[in-house]
């Protein structure tokens, strides 16, 4: 049982729709993490936040907008997205050991 | 940066037999070093890592790595694999004063037949 949780799962959208991916951590951990995995390329770092606050900005589109309430949430707002952004998205967090914690990601599908 | 290179995109291998995935970084200042496994529809799953100390690091479902500075390599090494190591493998490397910026190659899809 990851103790990253995603939801949702999966997500079909629209180019003109407005959607959200929620991310929650229950390891105790202070930094999250957006990724995203495309199809035959590395894993690509979008944004880190640290003790809620967003230290990495990846050169990622404004379309992707992210959220972070507390250190346990993060959000990922979607609007006005392109067929090349879909994409498993996968949230991570990490603490002290740097190691990355992954969720099970979120399948976008934008038509 | 960092880059990772993963020099095998995919790799056969038969069950009960050894596997080694091959792992190298680009830089000599001090790293840190992540493999995950990746099975489908999950997310990356942390197998070992090398923060400091021994260069051979042993991980989870009987995976070790040897960290090798002077050849800037991290392979991953298993005596005998089982049909459920079927999976793609990542490396992953950040530079010691890089708080959480994971840099990953491509990715080495291991697959194990009977």
């Known amino acids: 049982e990851t103790g990253v949780t995603q939801t949702p799962r999966h997500l079909v959208m629209g180019m003109t729709n407005k959607k959200s991916l929620k991310c929650e951590q229950h390891?105790?951990?202070?930094?999250m993490y957006w990724y995203k995995q495309s199809a035959k390329k590395p894993l690509e770092l979008m944004f880190v936040y640290n003790f809620k606050e967003q230290t990495e900005n990846n050169s990622v589109p404004s379309r992707f907008s992210p959220e972070c309430p507390n250190s346990s949430h993060l959000f990922l707002h979607l609007h006005t997205l392109q067929p090349e952004d879909s994409a498993l998205y996968l949230c991570?967090?990490?603490?002290?050991?740097?190691?990355?914690?992954f969720g099970n990601g979120t399948r976008l599908t934008v038509t | 940066a960092q880059s990772v290179t993963q020099l095998d995109s995919q790799v056969p291998v038969f069950e009960e037999a050894p596997v080694e995935l091959r792992c190298n970084y680009s830089?000599?200042?001090?790293?840190?070093l992540f493999w995950y496994v990746q099975y489908p529809n999950q997310g990356l799953q942390l197998l070992l890592k090398?923060?400091?100390?021994?260069?051979l690091v042993k991980g989870i479902n009987g995976f070790e790595a040897e960290f090798n500075k002077s050849q800037t390599s991290f392979h991953l090494r298993k005596p005998s694999v089982h049909i459920s190591d079927t999976a793609e493998y990542f490396c992953a490397v950040s530079d010691a004063d890089s708080w959480g910026k994971l840099q990953f190659g491509a990715g080495t899809q291991v697959v194990v037949t009977p």
């Open positions: 830089s000599s200042v001090s790293v840190y």
């Open positions: 090398y923060l400091s100390g021994s260069t």
């Open positions: 991570a967090s990490s603490q002290a050991d740097r190691a990355l914690h």
């Open positions: 390891l105790g951990h202070n930094a």
